[in-house]
C-alpha cells in the first residue's frame, strides 16, 4: 500500500509510473527512467549493474534497514560497496542507518526521508477505530521464516547461494538463531489455539510474506473464531483490529503510530534474539497465558516508550505526513533522468513468452511430463522459483489496484483520477488520467 501510495504522489508530479514485483520480465530491459529497488544487498548487485548500463538511474531503499539481528549481520548481508558505487541516490530510513552505511558510500548520495509506510500511519490515527466491543479483533503478525519457510528445508542452502552466509561460522550462528527462534514460533502457536478457545476474541493471523501459511492453516481449521490472512494490506488490518501481538516486527511500530494497543510476545532467557528495538513499542510477555490474562483483564496499562526525537533517529517521517514520498519524489525530479517514453505494449512486450509460460507449467496448464521431456533440470528450478515468487508477492487484478487507489484517496487528501494498464499479474502502470 505504501508503495501505490509513493506512485500515486510520483503519478501527480505527471510521471508515468511502473509499480511491480522486483522478478517481473517488464523490467529486464528497460532503458531510461528511475528505478527505486527494495534493498542493497550484495545479491543486487548484478541486476542493478545491468539498469545502469542501460541508462536508468537507480535508487535504493532497504526495506530492512530498520531492524536487523546485529550491526555486523547487517553489514554483511545487506550492505554492498558495490552497489553503492553504481546507484545515483541512498534512502535512508534515518541517522543510525546512515551510522551503520555511511563508510561505504558516497555522502552526496544520502538522503535520510525515512520510509514511506510510516507516511500513511497519521492518517489511519485520524480515522475512526475499530471498538473494542465483542468480539475483540486481534492481529497476530508473525516473522518465522527461518522456521516455517515456504522453501521448507532448503532456505539454508538458498542463504548460502546468494551469500548472506559464507563461513561455518555463520552457518552455526544461523543454525542457533533459528533453534531460539522455533521456540518464539511454537510459543505464538499456543497463543493462538488459547485464542481459539476464547470467542470473545476474533484472531487474525498475518504470515510473513517468507512464510509457509499451512500451519496457520491448519489451526485456523479448527476454531471459527480464527482465520489467516496474508493478503489483505496492513493499513486496512490495522484500521479493523482492536490490537497487534508480535515479535521483533516493524508491524508493532506502524501499529503503535496508528494508535493501537500493542502486545510483545517472546519468552525468557534466549540466549540468541532476532533484536529488541521493535518491542520497544509493546507491552512485553514471555508466555502466552499472561498475553490471554492481560487481554481478558482489558487492563491496558501505559508502557514506557522512546521520545520523539530518539524514535526520529532511526524514522525520520515518524508520526508526520507524505514527508517521506514527497522527498522521494521531489528528489526524483531534480535528477537529469532519461525521458524515453514507453507504452504499455513495451511493458507488455518485456513480460514476454518465458514469463507466461513458466505460469502455465506452475499453474498445471501445460503438462509437467511433457515439459520434462523437452526440458532440463534448469527449467524446474525456474519453475520452483517461480513458485516460491507467487507464494510471496500474490497475483494482482486490476480491481484490486482501483480499490486500493479509492481507499488511499478515502484516507488521504489525494483527489486525483488515475489511469491504470495492467502489464502482468504482479506488475501495472500507472497515470493521472
Given at each position: ?33 528511475f528505478?527505486?529497488?527494495k ?20 535508487g ?15 553489514k554483511?548481508?545487506?550492505?554492498s ?37 510510516f ?8 480515522q475512526?477505530?475499530a471498538?473494542p ?21 532448503g ?15 555463520q ?5 542457533n ?11 505464538f ?7 481459539g478457545?476464547?470467542k ?19 489451526i ?24 497487534v ?27 540468541f ?20 490474562s ?37 528528489s526524483?525530479q ?62 494482482i ?18 483527489e ?13 502502470v500507472?497515470?493521472?488520467?
Open positions: 500500500m505504501a508503495k501505490l501510495f509513493l506512485g500515486m504522489r510520483a503519478a501527480s508530479k505527471g510521471m508515468v509510473v511502473v509499480i511491480g514485483s522486483h522478478s517481473s520480465h517488464c523490467f529486464k530491459n528497460v532503458s531510461s527512467g528505478l527505486l529497488h534493498d542493497h544487498a550484495p545479491w543486487s548487485y548484478e541486476k542493478i549493474l545491468n539498469l545502469k548500463r542501460s541508462g536508468v538511474c537507480v535504493v531503499l532497504d526495506e530492512e534497514g530498520l531492524i536487523y539481528r546485529s550491526e555486523e549481520i547487517y554483511t548481508t545487506r550492505v560497496e558495490k552497489v553503492f558505487q553504481e546507484v545515483d541516490v541512498v534512502y535512508l530510513w534515518g541517522s543510525e542507518q546512515k551510522r551503520l552505511v555511511e563508510e561505504y558510500v558516497d555522502k552526496g548520495k544520502i538522503k535520510i526521508v525515512g520510509n514511506p509506510r507516511d500513511l500511519l497519521k492518517y489511519i490515527k485520524n475512526k477505530q471498538q466491543n465483542e468480539p475483540y479483533n486481534i492481529l497476530i503478525n508473525t516473522r518465522f521464516p527461518s522456521c516455517n519457510n515456504i522453501r521448507g528445508s532456505e539454508l542452502d538458498n542463504l548460502i547461494k546468494i551469500g548472506v552466509i559464507s563461513s561455518e561460522e552457518k552455526q550462528t544461523y543454525l538463531y533459528v533453534e531460539k527462534d522455533e521456540i518464539i514460533f511454537k510459543e502457536l499456543r497463543l493462538i489455539k488459547l485464542f478457545d476464547e470473545k476474541f476474533f484472531v487474525t493471523i498475518r504470515p510473513h510474506p517468507a512464510e509457509s501459511i499451512e500451519i496457520y492453516k491448519k485456523a481449521e479448527g476454531y471459527s473464531n480464527v482465520i489467516v490472512d496474508n493478503e489483505t494490506e496492513l493499513v486496512k488490518q490495522l484500521i479493523l483490529n482492536n490490537c501481538i508480535h515479535d521483533g516486527c516493524t508491524t508493532a511500530i506502524e501499529a503503535y503510530a496508528a494508535g493501537k494497543p500493542v502486545i510483545g510476545l517472546r519468552p525468557q532467557n534466549l540466549s534474539e532476532y533484536g529488541d528495538f521493535c518491542n520497544r513499542f509493546s507491552n512485553n510477555f514471555s508466555n502466552a497465558d499472561d498475553v490471554l492481560y487481554l481478558k483483564s482489558s487492563d491496558f496499562k501505559s508502557f514506557a516508550l522512546m521520545p520523539k526525537q530518539e524514535v526520529k533517529k532511526y524514522i525520520k517521517n515518524w508520526l508526520s505526513e507524505r514527508d517521506c514520498v514527497d522527498k522521494i519524489v521531489s526524483i531534480e535528477m537529469n533522468i532519461n525521458e524515453e517514453y514507453y507504452d504499455i505494449k513495451k511493458f507488455k512486450q518485456e513480460a514476454g513468452f518465458k514469463s507466461k509460460l513458466i505460469s502455465y507449467v506452475v499453474s498445471g496448464k501445460i503438462n509437467h511430463y511433457l515439459m520434462s521431456f523437452f526440458f532440463n533440470k534448469k527449467l524446474k528450478k525456474i519453475m520452483a522459483k517461480h513458485a516460491v515468487a507467487n507464494s510471496k508477492f500474490p497475483i487484478s486490476k480491481q484490486l489496484v482501483s480499490d486500493n487507489i479509492e481507499f488511499l484517496k478515502n484516507l488521504t487528501d489525494i486525483e483520477a488515475y489511469q491504470i494498464d495492467m502489464i502482468d499479474d504482479k506488475s501495472f500507472l497515470r493521472i488520467k
